[in-house]
Structures are given as C-alpha cells and as structure tokens.
C-alpha cells in the first residue's frame, strides 16, 4: 500500500468513526473492511455506547453495556450509582426518611437537602394537624359546655333533650327532667363575693355530677339553675335521686377564707311528657321544662330546700294550686 | 470433623486494644491483600482454581453470618438492615454499598460496593475476583431471612468495571 493510499484508508476509517460517534444514524462500514475484527468490534463498541447513553439520556437505566473496560466501567458505575438513587427515592416515597445520598458530589447534597426538608415539612404537617385537632376538641367543648361548671350549656341541654324526648316518645320509655336551684343564691353573692358564688355553683355542679348516673344529661340552665335530664325514669325514681343529691349538697361546705358557706338546693321534678301532643320536640321539651319549674316554685314557695313533683292539672280539681311535695 | 484446630468464632479475632496498644487495630489494606491472594495462589496450586473460589465462597459466607451476628442481629426490618450494613461496611472500610434492586419478598437484590476491599484498583484480569464477597453477601443475606442465597459478582474491577455488582437469588424454599 503507498503512502497515499495508506492515508486515505486512515483518513476513510477515522471519518467512518467520527460519523458512528456524531451522526444520528451511524453509516455501515464498507465492504473492504468486513474482515478486519479490531474495527469490527470497535464499531459494536461505539453502537453499544450509542444505545446505553440514548437510553440513560431517556431515564432508562437497563441498557447493558455491551463491552468491556475502563469507558465500560466508569458508566456502569454511574448507571449504578443512578440506579441506587432511584431505589433510594422510592423508599423516601414510601416514607423512609433516613436515606441519604453519598459520594456523589452535588446530586448527594441536593437529594439530601430534599428528604431532609420533605422529613421536616412532614412532621411540621404532623404537628399542626394535632394543634388543630386539640384546638377543635376545644372548640366543640366551648359550644356545647358552660366553662364554669364544665356542664352542658342551655343550648347543647336542648339539643340533647330532644334526642331523649323522641327516643322515649318512639319506644314508650319513662323519661324524667329534674330542675334545680340554689336557694337565696342571690345573698351567697352580696355576702362572700362573686368568686365565691362561682365556687358554690362549681361545687353543686360537681356534687351533682357525682350523684348521677353516666346517661343522665346535666346542664347549667341559668346563673344559679340547673337541669338534669334523666332517661329511662320515672318521676318517682328520679325524685328519690333528686332528694338524695338535695342531702348531699346541704351536708357540702364550700370554703371561703375563713368562713365555711352552705348553702341549699329547691327542686322541681316530672315525666309528664305528653304523648298524646303532635308538638315539635324542642316544645316538648320546653313544656317539661315549664313543668319542672313550676314544681320548683312550689317548691321554694314551701319554704325551700325540698323536692317537688310536678301534678299536671285535673279537669275538676278544687283547688288549682294544690301540688303533692316530699319534705 | 471431630477435634478441630481452627473452628471460627469471634473471640478468636482477639483483644485488639490489649494486644496492640501502639500500632492500633488498623493496618495497609496491602496487607489485607497480600494475605488474601497469596492464599487463592497456594490454595489453587493445591486444589485448582474451581475448588479454590469454592473455598472462598464458603469463607465468605461463614463471615458474612459471623458479622451479622456481631454487628446486625438487632436489625429489624429491611429497610434498617440495609441502612446499619451500609454504615457498618462502610465504617470498617470494606466498601460503599449501595442498592440498585431489593424484592425481600421475591428475594432477589441486585447490589454494588465501591471501593471493595478486595478487588477496588486491581487490573484487569478478564474475570470477576470477588468470589470471598459472594459469600459474604450471601451470609449476611441468609442470616437476615434465614433463607438460603446464591449470590454471583457480575461486575468487578477485574473485568474493567469500576464498582463490583452482585446478584443475589434466594434459593430453594
């Protein structure tokens, strides 16, 4: 071979492989060179180089490398360092933030950064969905209870009430509301002071929570009034637990300083829940309500500190104002 | 085999701190070297080169359960195992491993370990070299599952990569 031909053969040969390395469709190599093995296996090398970074560059990292060596090496290195980083992702996905990224400069720093921030953000996330939790259980507390008695509030009594009224209304069932009231309530205040008033009215709310049962429905009706609503109860029953938390109240002593301060407690009772009414629930419950506090008045009116029943008025009865009390 | 004269158990890697108080428990990862390969020499001239890796192999697989007993019984879930081998390899500068595929249910992994104590540096030879590290994948697999594992080097220094992989497949049921 001259010189000349020498060098165009080289020339032709370094020409084949810069277009295998630069052209998008790499040409075949000519006939004339089908037996020389060495550019025959460097050519397969540049189309297996060509095929593993088309499809590293697409997210693909099952390409194998079809040859050997220092080239081969250092990209299987990084497709396996590539590969354990896709692995470590989909633990962090799957809620394991202790993963980190090592030896791999830059990309260890930024994929660190982000399950670092992702484990901050998340437990941030956690921790404001429990204040908000805490702060609604509060705020239900605040709608349905009075905050000095930790009773319930008027408002939530009645919600409660007219669930037991159409309960017992449906199945025939006793039910029973008990009205209280803090006897000369009223001089408990202009004696010992309003803090003092509070303590007597937390320490009959608590006396009364401890007398009742669990299913009862207790609730501060008013400044120094109270209301139990007592299911599956009949006046009789409930007027015997009525009498028994009037003792336990006038045998509690509040103290203020000084001064022991007790006080008594009136009561009004009845079941006279009128089935025969098509009114709605809450004026059935209204209706028991005036009921208990008429029974109450009578029972103030009888000189305080006692449980009356409540008698609903009879068609011919001589006197109107005649009511049955237990002393 | 009764009466054994060099049956393995952890105590007989000794005081370190006792018996070198100057030099320390570290030395050249040469001499590591040195020791092992002069060993795959006698050992082959001896047996062959078949019986030799097999040697290794097992080796390997007697080390691997042995380090997982020192170092990662208290491991629980797979997830904590990879994380406590990764710093305990990496600790004791055997390699950096990292994990490329993990199906625990399947048992089939594939892995890599950087800068392997055995094999990162060498030249090429044409074969993979890291037949001591395929049993110890293996023992500590085994010992984590308590299933049995046959473990394969596909990638090595040796053979011109430039980190060693490994498969590894569960075996038998």
Same mark, same amino acid.
């Given at each position: ?26 040409? @075949? ?5 089908? +037996?020389?093995?060495?550019?025959? =296996? ?7 180089? *060509?095929?593993?970074? +088309?499809?590293? @560059? ?9 040859? *050997? ?54 437990? =941030? ?17 605040? @709608? ?32 029973? %509301? ?27 709310? *608590? ?10 429905? +207790? ?28 003792? %336990? ?23 006279? %829940? ?19 506090? =008429?029974?109450?008045?009578? +029972?103030?009116?009888?000189? *305080? ?23 | &085999? ?11 890697? #000794?005081?370190?701190?006792?018996? !070198? ?13 040195? &020791?092992?390969?002069?060993? !795959? ?22 080390? $691997? !359960? ?72 293996? #023992? ?6 308590? $299933? ?13 990569? !430039? ?11």
């Amino acid at each position: 071979m001259s010189p000349e031909e020498l060098q165009r053969a080289t020339d032709e040969l370094a020409r084949l492989m810069l277009d295998a390395i630069t052209l998008p469709k790499p040409p @075949a190599i000519p006939a004339d060179y089908d +037996s020389v093995d060495s550019l025959q =296996e460097l050519y397969a090398v540049i189309q297996s180089l *060509r095929q593993f970074l +088309s499809a590293a @560059a697409n997210g693909d990292l099952s390409q194998p490398v079809g040859f *050997r060596g220092y080239l081969a090496g250092t990209l299987k290195t990084l497709q396996a360092n590539l590969r354990h980083i896709s692995w470590q992702t989909k633990m962090v996905a799957s809620g394991d933030f202790t993963q980190r990224a090592q030896f791999m400069g830059e990309f260890s720093q930024s994929f660190n950064a982000m399950v670092v921030q992702l484990d901050e953000t998340l437990k =941030e996330l956690t921790r404001r969905e429990h204040e908000l939790r805490e702060a609604n259980e509060a705020l239900g507390l605040l @709608a349905t209870s009075d905050p000095l008695t930790g009773l319930y509030n008027r408002r939530h009594f009645f919600e409660l009430a007219q669930a037991e009224i159409e309960r017992a209304l449906r199945y025939s069932r006793p039910l029973s %509301l008990v009205m209280f009231d803090i006897d000369f309530f009223k001089e408990v205040n202009d004696t010992y002071g309003h803090t003092a008033g509070d303590t007597v009215l937390e320490m009959v709310a *608590r006396v009364a929570q401890g007398a009742l049962r669990t299913n009862d429905i +207790s609730a501060r009706y008013g400044g120094e009034e109270f209301v139990v609503l007592l299911p599956e109860t009949n006046a009789t029953v409930a007027a015997t637990a009525a009498e028994k938390l009037r003792s %336990l109240i006038e045998k509690t002593g509040v103290q203020n300083g000084e001064h022991e301060i007790r006080v008594t407690v009136s009561f009004g009772v009845t079941d006279h %829940l009128q089935r025969s009414s098509t009114a709605l629930l809450e004026k059935r419950a209204l209706q028991l309500i005036d009921q208990a506090d =008429e029974a109450l008045y009578a +029972s103030k009116h009888a000189g *305080r500190n006692r449980v009356t029943m409540f008698q609903p008025p009879e068609p011919e009865r001589k006197d109107p104002n005649a009511t049955a009390s237990l002393d | &085999m009764a009466d054994r004269k060099y049956e393995f158990s952890w105590s007989l890697l #000794g005081d370190l701190e006792l018996g !070198r108080p100057n030099l320390g428990p570290h030395t050249r990862l040469e001499v590591y070297r040195l &020791m092992q390969f002069t060993f !795959r020499d006698v050992i082959e001239q001896e047996l062959g080169a078949e019986k030799t890796d097999q040697l290794f192999y097992k080796a390997g697989e007697l080390a $691997g !359960r042995e380090f997982y007993s020192q170092y990662l019984s208290e491991t629980g879930d797979f997830h904590t195992f990879v994380r406590e081998l990764q710093r305990s390899l990496q600790e004791m500068g055997i390699g950096i491993l990292r994990v490329e595929e993990a199906d625990p249910e399947a048992g089939t992994f594939i892995l890599t370990v950087s800068e392997d104590l055995d094999c990162s540096g060498l030249p090429e030879l044409g074969y993979e070299i890291c037949t001591y590290d395929e049993g110890f994948i293996a #023992g500590l697999l085994e010992s984590f599952t308590g $299933g049995s594992f046959a473990v394969k080097e596909v990638d090595c220094w040796c053979t011109g990569d !430039r980190t060693c992989r490994f498969t590894a497949e569960a075996v038998g049921s």
